[in-house]
């Protein structure tokens, strides 16, 4: 296999949590997008709250960051995908030809989730179970929590520290999407030769 034969375009997902008072917190590869799983941003005193939210991007831009209220069921993962329009966002950002690229996680592995995506004629990309390595979101939230705690910024509120969040995501630049999509097929072939194991991404 060499990396000509692998798919040109993906949607890629996935989740970050944040908590209030200061956030401590892929073109062509076939058409795909990267999850962001929900991460956590924070605040850095007492009294906080937290924040989940959920993201994708492609080699071509990103979706609507979403928040993820409550604890994340197979339901709520299910009507989040609706509200962030996933079955339109895909052509738009990929073509017809894409597939979405989601990890492990319970939620994403509930009948009710591979119902929709049947139903929807959505494709996914395998994942191997241990690879966080093929998230390339992580390396966005590091980029934006570096961004939203700049020069040590602390934030009061939740609001607060929504309104950067948000901000700083439709913000991220061009470069890095497509650097990160770019870098997919290099990701997938190390995890191959590495039978699975940690790789310097």
Sequence with gaps: MNYSSLPHCKLQSRNKCIQAKSLTAYHSFTLDFFE??????????????????????????TMELQIVQG??????????????????EG?????????????????????????????????????PACSPDLNPIENIWGWMAREVYKNGHQFQT??????????????????LLETLASSMPKR?????????GATHY
Excluded at 91 to 116: I, S
């Design 36 to 61: 962001i799983p929900p991460e956590m941003f924070s605040t850095r005193h007492s009294g906080g709250g937290t924040i989940m939210i959920w993201g994708a991007f492609s080699f071509n831009g």
């Design 91 to 127: 052509p738009r950002l990929c073509g017809n030809d894409w597939v979405f690229q989601q990890d492990n996680a319970a939620v994403h592995n509930a009948r009710l989730t591979k119902e929709f995506f049947q139903e929807n004629n959505i494709t996914l990309l395998d994942h």
């Design 71 to 88: 604890r994340q069921t197979a339901a709520g993962y299910v009507e989040m995908l609706q509200r962030a329009s996933l079955m339109t």
């Design 188 to 196: 997938l072939f190390e995890v191959i030769n590495k039978n699975g």
């Design 158 to 175: 939740v609001d607060a520290l929504c309104e950067a969040i948000f901000n700083t995501w439709s913000n991220v630049p061009t470069s």
